[in-house]
C-alpha cells in the first residue's frame, strides 16, 4: 500500500512538473517596442513577448523578428505598430563590456521615410536593450556600420547608450 502511495506521489509531482514548465515556457520574458501614432506625433509602447532562448544569439533573434511581425491583432486593433520591415533578419551578434553590436540584413534600411526610419531605430534600440545586460547598442547593416539612414539623411549614432535616452521617444 505504501508503494502505491509513494508511486502516485511521484506521478502526481512529474504531472505538477510538466504542467510547470509549459506554463512557464509561454509566458511572456522580454518586452519589445511597437510603436504608436498619437495623431500629432509617434511614440513607443512596450509589449510582452516570448523570447525563451539558450543564450544572447538566440534571443537578439526572436527580438527582431518579434519586431519585424509586428502586433498582435489584438495590438494593432489598439493603435499598434512596427516600422521594422518585413524579411529584416540579423546575420550575427557579438556583447563586448555591456555594448551589442547586431548585424542586420539590408532590409532594415528598405523603404520608409523619417517617421518610419526613426521608429525603427528607437523600436531597436529600445528592446535590444532588454534585459539590463545590454547598456548600448551598436548597428551594422550587412557587416557595415550604419551611420546614416534612409535618403533623408538620419545621422545614426555609432553606440546608441541606454542611459543617455531614460525616457520613451516620441517623434
Do not use: K
Not at 67 to 79: F, V
Not at 132 to 160: F, H, K, M, Q, Y
Amino acid at each position: 500500500m505504501l508503494r502505491v502511495v509513494a508511486l502516485a506521489l511521484l506521478l502526481l509531482l512529474a504531472l505538477v512538473g510538466v504542467i510547470t514548465a509549459r506554463t512557464l515556457s509561454r509566458m511572456p520574458d522580454t518586452l519589445v517596442y511597437l510603436t504608436r501614432d498619437t495623431g500629432r506625433t509617434f511614440t513607443l509602447e512596450a509589449v510582452p513577448r516570448v523570447a525563451r532562448s539558450g543564450g544572447l544569439e538566440d534571443r537578439v533573434r526572436a527580438q527582431v523578428a518579434a519586431l519585424t511581425a509586428g502586433p498582435t491583432p489584438e495590438e494593432e486593433r489598439d493603435g499598434l505598430g512596427t516600422t521594422v520591415p518585413e524579411g529584416t533578419r540579423v546575420l550575427g551578434v557579438r556583447l563586448d563590456d555591456g555594448v551589442l553590436t547586431v548585424d542586420l540584413s539590408r532590409e532594415f534600411t528598405a523603404g520608409g521615410g523619417t517617421a518610419s526610419m526613426v521608429g525603427r531605430l528607437n523600436q531597436l534600440y529600445y528592446t535590444l536593450t532588454q534585459p539590463a545586460d545590454v547598456a548600448a547598442v551598436s548597428v551594422t547593416v550587412e557587416g557595415r556600420p550604419l551611420t546614416v539612414l534612409g535618403g533623408e539623411g538620419i545621422i545614426v549614432d555609432p553606440v546608441w547608450v541606454r542611459a543617455e535616452h531614460p525616457e520613451v521617444p516620441s517623434w
